[in-house]
């Protein structure tokens, strides 16, 4: 291997030897732990931005073996896999069914996104239009036996008028669903159009109304995910949480004091950084299972600059870091996103992650993932 990659962030000399993670091993017990994971889109597909996405499922499904054999759950159907941001709802269903039945085959634990992305933006949906399309989800991820994630909604965000509504369409769900659900509150970061979400822009009055609907059906209310990056609200919001309910961490920014917890409790995790740390993340939740917090955060801490470069804002283009690193990491075979989301970061953006993923030695193969950034920068005219 050529000892020295020229980044456009300077010179930059590769990692030789990946961390040795072998897959196989048992899941994390004392903490339950999602990796909420991407799509691989289908690069010979003749789709533009604005087309249904087409996707390529063996390389989707791979990748969840992948995640499945190292111990971790799969949170499926989720912002990570593009929802709302290239794969609708026609593609979510199919992606559901294919991973539901996948998990079913190798026994791995899956949680599937629930919402109302089949409703049209125009015109603003009705509260009646809303509750019916996160029922026909609901429905769907019951009929395969997965256990829902009621995430978000930007059409509830639009049509309604008051904490009330909130309050009225998530008890009927509730009251509806067979088994517990997993509640989840994206925060306007990650989703501009969920600015508001629980009728108020105030967090502490949005938290109020969230916690009353957890506290009034509570044993339909597995846990809830919270993705505000804010850990002290996460803490907060977890201490007051109903005995049972559990507290999934979506805090990309802080994750490891969250899942290490403190003398009052704990988080447990539902994560897109969990994607492409996956390996690394189960080995230190397994750590932290034996009760070494010190040697679980000496893990997953030094992660948290990599994280925090991918979520940077503007936060929903996450994605494409998550996607870009799966390429090096040899997990697909090019670098394409379905909506063509892959344009959505800069290359110093892109160089700057391959160079902090390679220091942790998340590569499998360093070498070509090495191999793999050099072709990009020829591409891209970073010839130096």
């Not at 930059?12 to 889109?41: E, I, K, M, Q």
């Not at 989800?137 to 309604?160: D, F, K, N, T, Y």
């Not at 989301?341 to 110093?348: F, M, N």
């Given at each position: 291997?050529?000892?020295?990659?020229?980044?456009p962030?300077?010179?930059?000399?590769?990692?030789?030897?990946?961390?040795?993670?072998?897959?196989g091993?048992?899941?994390?017990?004392?903490?339950?732990?999602?990796?909420?994971?991407?799509?691989?889109?289908?690069?010979?597909?003749?789709?533009?931005?604005?087309d249904?996405?087409?996707?390529?499922?063996?390389?989707?499904?791979?990748?969840?073996r992948?995640?499945?054999?190292?111990?971790?759950g799969?949170?499926?159907a989720?912002?990570?896999?593009?929802?709302?941001?290239?794969?609708?709802?026609?593609?979510?269903?199919?992606?559901?069914?294919?991973?539901?039945a996948?998990?079913?085959?190798?026994?791995?634990r899956?949680?599937?996104?629930?919402g109302?992305?089949?409703?049209?933006?125009?015109?603003?949906?009705?509260?009646?239009?809303?509750?019916a399309?996160?029922?026909?989800q609901?429905?769907?991820?019951?009929?395969?036996?997965?256990?829902?994630?009621?995430?978000?909604?930007?059409?509830?965000a639009?049509?309604?008028?008051?904490?009330?509504?909130?309050?009225?369409?998530?008890?009927?769900?509730?009251?509806?669903?067979?088994?517990?659900?997993?509640?989840?509150?994206?925060?306007?970061?990650?989703?501009p159009?969920?600015?508001?979400?629980?009728?108020?822009?105030?967090?502490?009055?949005?938290?109020?109304?969230?916690?009353?609907?957890?506290?009034?059906?509570?044993?339909?209310?597995?846990?809830?995910?919270?993705?505000?990056?804010?850990?002290?609200?996460e803490?907060?919001?977890?201490r007051?949480?109903?005995?049972?309910?559990?507290c999934?961490?979506?805090?990309?920014?802080?994750?490891?004091?969250?899942?290490?917890?403190?003398?009052?409790?704990?988080?447990?995790?539902?994560?897109?950084i969990?994607?492409?740390?996956?390996?690394?993340a189960?080995?230190?939740?397994?750590?932290?299972?034996?009760?070494?917090?010190?040697?679980?955060?000496?893990?997953?801490?030094?992660?948290?600059?990599?994280?925090?470069?991918?979520?940077?804002?503007?936060?929903?283009?996450?994605?494409?870091?998550?996607?870009?690193?799966?390429?090096?990491?040899?997990?697909?075979?090019?670098?394409?996103?379905?909506?063509?989301l892959?344009?959505?970061?800069?290359?110093?953006?892109?160089?700057?992650?391959?160079?902090?993923?390679?220091?942790?030695?998340l590569?499998?193969?360093?070498?070509?993932?090495?191999?793999?950034?050099?072709?990009?920068?020829?591409?891209?005219?970073?010839?130096?």
């Amino acid at each position: 291997m050529t000892t020295v990659i020229h980044l456009p962030q300077g010179p930059y000399t590769p990692r030789a030897t990946p961390l040795d993670l072998a897959p196989g091993s048992a899941a994390p017990t004392s903490r339950t732990v999602f990796s909420a994971a991407h799509v691989v889109a289908d690069p010979y597909a003749d789709a533009g931005p604005d087309d249904p996405a087409a996707v390529d499922w063996e390389s989707t499904l791979a990748f969840r073996r992948h995640l499945w054999a190292h111990g971790l759950g799969v949170a499926e159907a989720m912002d990570t896999a593009q929802r709302g941001m290239g794969l609708d709802w026609a593609g979510a269903a199919e992606l559901i069914h294919r991973s539901a039945a996948e998990a079913k085959a190798v026994g791995g634990r899956i949680a599937c996104g629930v919402g109302t992305d089949q409703l049209p933006e125009v015109p603003a949906p009705t509260l009646a239009e809303v509750t019916a399309a996160y029922e026909e989800q609901l429905a769907l991820a019951e009929q395969h036996g997965v256990q829902p994630i009621l995430m978000a909604s930007r059409a509830l965000a639009r049509a309604a008028r008051s904490p009330e509504d909130y309050l009225a369409t998530y008890a009927h769900l509730l009251r509806q669903a067979s088994e517990p659900v997993i509640l989840h509150w994206l925060g306007p970061m990650f989703d501009p159009a969920l600015e508001g979400y629980w009728g108020s822009a105030d967090l502490d009055e949005a938290t109020d109304t969230f916690l009353k609907v957890i506290a009034e059906h509570p044993d339909k209310v597995d846990g809830i995910k919270i993705s505000l990056l804010d850990a002290a609200r996460e803490i907060d919001v977890r201490r007051r949480l109903p005995g049972g309910v559990r507290c999934y961490t979506g805090d990309d920014f802080n994750y490891p004091e969250l899942i290490a917890g403190d003398e009052r409790g704990f988080s447990h995790a539902l994560l897109g950084i969990f994607d492409p740390l996956g390996p690394l993340a189960a080995h230190a939740v397994r750590v932290l299972d034996t009760g070494d917090a010190e040697g679980f955060r000496a893990l997953l801490d030094p992660t948290v600059e990599l994280s925090r470069h991918l979520f940077r804002r503007p936060t929903r283009f996450y994605k494409t870091g998550v996607v870009f690193l799966a390429w090096l990491a040899g997990h697909q075979d090019h670098f394409t996103m379905v909506g063509g989301l892959q344009s959505a970061r800069s290359l110093p953006h892109l160089a700057k992650a391959y160079e902090l993923a390679d220091g942790l030695g998340l590569f499998p193969d360093p070498e070509l993932a090495a191999h793999r950034m050099r072709a990009l920068l020829a591409v891209n005219g970073g010839t130096r």
